[in-house]
Every structure is written in C-alpha cells, then in structure tokens.
C-alpha cells in the first residue's frame, strides 16, 4: 500500500489543523493506520492508532483530549484532528499502515512521507 500525507502548515497556538493520508494499492480497510510525529532533534514518536473499522483508536498522552483519528473506508483515507495546538506538537507527522494497534513503530509495514506542521507560539 502507498500513503500519502497531506494537512500541514503553519498555525498559531491554540488553533487547528487536519492531517489527511491517503491510501493507493492493496486494501485499505484491511490495515490498522497509525500517526507518528519526529519532532527537530528527536526521534520519531507515536501519536495515535485507529483499528480497521474505526470503532476503536489509541492516543498517546500527550495528545489525548486534543487529537481525533478517523478514516473513511470508502475514501482509502485516515485523518488526524488536531485541536488546541501547542508549539511542541510542532514536527513532522507520517502516517503508517500495519496490522496491529501498536505504538512501536517498527510494528507499522507502510509509511507515508509525512507532512510538516509547524506550531508558533
């Protein structure tokens, strides 16, 4: 499966953002899809996860609250909601599509190139 991630930019504090990625190739429903985020100088960190129908997701603490994951199977797409943004959500966000909600990335098969969201103080 490939992915493509799009949604980013720049936003002030507090604002909001929705990522998109969208899936091409083999099933799309038949993958768990995950978001990461690599903020500069760190390593790559997980974000949320939404199961193959959408009837569950996982979210890291840090977001919890802020964040909604949801996908659309008819649409090969998942999106991340991202409310009341802070400046250390600021990175780069990818999206991944595996087989198990994990948060271990190197559980994730296929990934996106990721999209930069950048938030000002």
């Known amino acids: 499966v490939q992915l493509q991630a799009s949604g980013g930019g720049l936003v002030q504090a507090g604002g909001s953002l929705r990522l998109s990625c969208a899936a091409s190739?083999?099933?799309?429903?038949?993958?768990?899809m995950g978001w990461f985020r690599q903020a500069p100088g760190k390593e790559r960190e997980f974000v949320a996860s939404i199961n193959r129908s959408g009837s569950s997701t996982f979210y890291a603490d840090s977001v919890k609250g802020r964040f909604t994951v949801s996908r659309d199977n008819a649409k090969n797409t998942v999106y991340l909601q991202m409310n009341r943004l802070k400046p250390e959500d600021t990175a780069v966000y990818y999206c991944?599509?595996?087989?198990?909600?994990?948060?271990?990335?190197?559980?994730?098969?296929?990934w996106g190139q990721g999209t930069l969201v950048t938030v000002s103080r």
């Open positions: 190739g083999r099933t799309f429903s038949s993958y768990v």
């Open positions: 991944a599509a595996g087989q198990l909600m994990e948060v271990l990335e190197r559980i994730y098969d296929y």
